[in-house]
């Protein structure tokens, strides 16, 4: 539990800072804790939450057309990753996935950014992306954040429109896991779930502070710099498990 609450405060600083990173640090504590089924869900629960809860503070800079532009795509790649994980070996598409990120971040740092418009087409496209990468892989942030560098899209913006993005992902994830298997949903006694909520408050309120004290810049280098780690650790858990 320790490391548990640990995890929890410094991904909702990440979060709070750079827009994204709850689930890349959170995750494999949780998972390790309480086992692969009520993992996810519980990481995709406090997920949503922190989202909700940082939302109200930079509402006023989301982007709702972009919103519009990637959801309704993500949940068609959603629908297609899920699909295609019927069909193929989890560690493999995990692997897959991983080298695809790999190249794509490669390939955005070697060019200048800002080289596409953000128009529809190009939001759908990344949305659809993201959305097969959540599936297979869990790895959807790290889609659009490659989307964001390519498409030169101001830090601020992007990290407060991933909030309302990452709300709906997260709970449509939720639900349809606990339908399918009511047994996902996390086991925990009242206490528990309150010092997790206080754990996440505490770091939304370190988050907060930090982000009024880093520049744009700093904050953009940081999500890129999740990016990276969430496609290595992606890699080397589809590795480990060949």
């Given at each position: 539990?320790?490391?548990?609450?640990?995890?929890?405060?410094?991904?909702?600083?990440?979060?709070?800072?750079?827009?994204?990173?709850?689930?890349?640090?959170?995750?494999?504590?949780?998972?390790?804790?309480?086992?692969?089924?009520?993992?996810?869900?519980?990481?995709?629960?406090?997920?949503?939450?922190?989202?909700?809860?940082?939302?109200?503070?930079?509402?006023?800079?989301?982007?709702?057309?972009?919103?519009?532009?990637?959801?309704?795509?993500?949940?068609?790649?959603?629908?297609?990753?899920?699909?295609?994980?019927?069909?193929?070996?989890?560690?493999?598409?995990?692997?897959?996935?991983?080298?695809?990120?790999?190249?794509?971040?490669?390939?955005?740092?070697?060019?200048?950014?800002?080289?596409?418009?953000?128009?529809?087409?190009?939001?759908?496209?990344?949305?659809?992306?993201?959305?097969?990468?959540?599936?297979?892989?869990?790895?959807?942030?790290?889609?659009?954040?490659?989307?964001?560098?390519?498409?030169?899209?101001?830090?601020?913006?992007?990290?407060?429109?991933?909030?309302?993005?990452l709300i709906t992902i997260s709970t449509s994830?939720?639900?349809?896991?606990?339908?399918?298997?009511?047994?996902?949903?996390?086991?925990?006694?009242?206490?528990?779930?309150?010092?997790?909520?206080?754990?996440?408050?505490?770091?939304?309120?370190?988050?907060?502070?930090?982000?009024?004290?880093?520049?744009?810049?700093?904050?953009a280098r940081v999500t890129f710099a999740v990016?990276?780690?969430?496609?290595?650790?992606?890699?080397?858990?589809?590795?480990?498990?060949?």
């Amino acid at each position: 539990m320790p490391l548990i609450l640990a995890a929890i405060v410094a991904g909702a600083v990440l979060q709070r800072v750079s827009g994204i990173g709850f689930a890349v640090i959170v995750a494999p504590f949780v998972v390790l804790a309480v086992g692969p089924g009520q993992g996810v869900v519980l990481v995709q629960v406090f997920g949503a939450l922190v989202c909700v809860l940082v939302l109200f503070q930079v509402w006023k800079d989301v982007d709702w057309r972009a919103y519009w532009g990637l959801v309704p795509a993500s949940l068609v790649g959603i629908a297609i990753g899920a699909w295609a994980a019927g069909r193929l070996p989890v560690a493999e598409a995990q692997v897959v996935t991983a080298l695809i990120l790999i190249a794509s971040l490669t390939v955005v740092m070697s060019v200048r950014s800002g080289h596409l418009q953000r128009s529809l087409g190009v939001l759908m496209s990344g949305g659809a992306v993201a959305g097969v990468m959540t599936t297979l892989a869990g790895a959807g942030g790290v889609a659009l954040i490659v989307l964001a560098r390519a498409t030169h899209w101001e830090q601020r913006s992007f990290a407060a429109t991933l909030q309302p993005y990452l709300i709906t992902i997260s709970t449509s994830t939720v639900i349809a896991r606990v339908i399918v298997d009511p047994g996902t949903w996390p086991d925990l006694r009242v206490w528990e779930w309150a010092v997790l909520v206080v754990s996440m408050l505490l770091g939304l309120w370190a988050g907060t502070w930090v982000a009024r004290r880093v520049t744009q810049r700093t904050a953009a280098r940081v999500t890129f710099a999740v990016a990276w780690v969430g496609a290595i650790a992606t890699l080397l858990n589809g590795l480990a498990r060949l």
